[in-house]
């Protein structure tokens, strides 16, 4: 699964550490979504979409291999 | 996500207070062939065996308890080390820990198995020594590395 966080938090100013603090969560795990290492669980994605107040499709893509 | 099993943050450093010294007296222990620090006390025995002896079913016995204070400490110590949460205690990391552990077990038995094969008289008896700890330093070597190599990842640009 592919995931736009980092291009998400760019277009709202946000910073890893700021983000991980509105969905509580460590930075790692920010940084380890980003870095496709970690696949969040439903409701973690759910509490990104509404960070960046988009659908959740829009910032969660599924690959070919998944 | 909450993991009930786990203990407060707060406990991990009181469980590095007790590891760091019994790691430091079991390297002592071991150096001194379990003979060096003698701490001569009255306990209470469920059951004790003697080589040249009678058994003993619930009494108390006179004998060097060093050894036994010894690995009470590294075990506690290393049993709030490994199960208090991190300050951010997330699903990620829970996730490193659970990887972790399945790794420590699993390099743990690699280990035994290869110490069964290869490792036959007086040394196996050691081998069984270290092998009552190596699961719970294995894991806080894994987790903790696992954590280290996560947070140096992240770059400290704002956005990369």
């Known amino acids: 699964m592919k995931n736009t966080i980092k291009i998400e938090r760019a277009i709202n100013n ?24 970690y696949v969040p669980s439903t409701v973690l994605a759910l509490k990104i979409a509404k960070v960046f107040n988009k659908p959740l499709e829009q910032i969660f893509i599924l690959e070919e291999t998944d | 996500m909450s993991n009930k099993l786990l203990l ?6 009181m469980g590095w207070l007790l590891l760091i010294p019994a790691t430091v007296l079991g390297i002592i222990l071991i150096a001194t062939q379990f003979e ?28 060097n308890i060093i050894n036994t204070v010894t690995g009470i400490l590294f075990i506690v110590g290393g ?34 198995l290869a110490a069964f094969a290869f490792i036959y008289g007086t040394a196996f008896f050691n081998v069984m020594v270290y092998n009552m700890f190596t699961v719970l330093i294995i894991f806080i070597a894994r987790f903790n590395y696992m954590l280290y190599r996560n947070a140096k990842l992240i770059p400290n640009e704002k956005y990369n």
């Not at chain 1, 910073?15 to 920010?30: C, D, F, G």
């Not at chain 2, 060096?36 to 004998?63: C, M, R, W």
């Open chain 1, 14 to 37: 946000l910073t890893q550490e700021e983000l991980a603090t509105k969905v509580s969560v460590s930075r790692q795990t920010i940084n380890a979504m980003e870095a496709n290492k």
């Open chain 2, 8 to 13: 407060p943050n707060s406990y991990k450093k």
């Open chain 2, 79 to 112: 049993l709030l080390v490994s199960f208090s949460k991190e300050k951010t205690e997330d699903e990620f990391i829970a996730n490193l820990r659970q990887s972790s552990l399945l790794w420590a077990v699993f390099v743990n038995y690699i280990l035994l």
């Open chain 2, 36 to 63: 060096g620090l003698p701490l001569e006390a009255t306990t209470f025995a469920i059951y004790n065996d003697e080589v040249i002896g009678h058994k003993q079913f619930f009494s108390f016995i006179h004998t």
